[in-house]
C-alpha cells in the first residue's frame, strides 16, 4: 500500500462521514498502518483515520470538531 493509496483513503472516508478535508494533512508510516491526520497545525475540525496496510480498510477514525 502506497502514500497515495492511503491518503485516497482517508478523503473518501472524510466525505462518506461528511467530515471536512483541510490541508496540511501529516501522513505517518507506522509498521502496520498508516495514520492521516487534517488541518494538522490547527486546533479543531481535524479527522484523524488509521488504515491498516494489511487490509487497506479503515481501522479507526475520529473526527475533532473544535
Do not use: L
Amino acid at each position: 500500500m502506497t502514500i497515495d493509496e492511503a491518503h485516497t483513503i482517508a478523503m473518501a472516508i472524510c466525505e462518506k462521514q461528511g467530515w471536512p478535508f483541510f490541508d496540511p494533512i501529516h501522513i505517518y508510516s507506522g509498521k502496520e498502518n498508516w495514520v492521516i491526520t487534517t488541518n494538522y497545525h490547527a486546533r479543531g475540525c481535524n479527522a484523524s483515520i488509521t488504515v491498516s496496510k494489511a487490509t487497506r480498510e479503515a481501522i479507526q477514525t475520529a473526527f475533532a470538531p473544535r
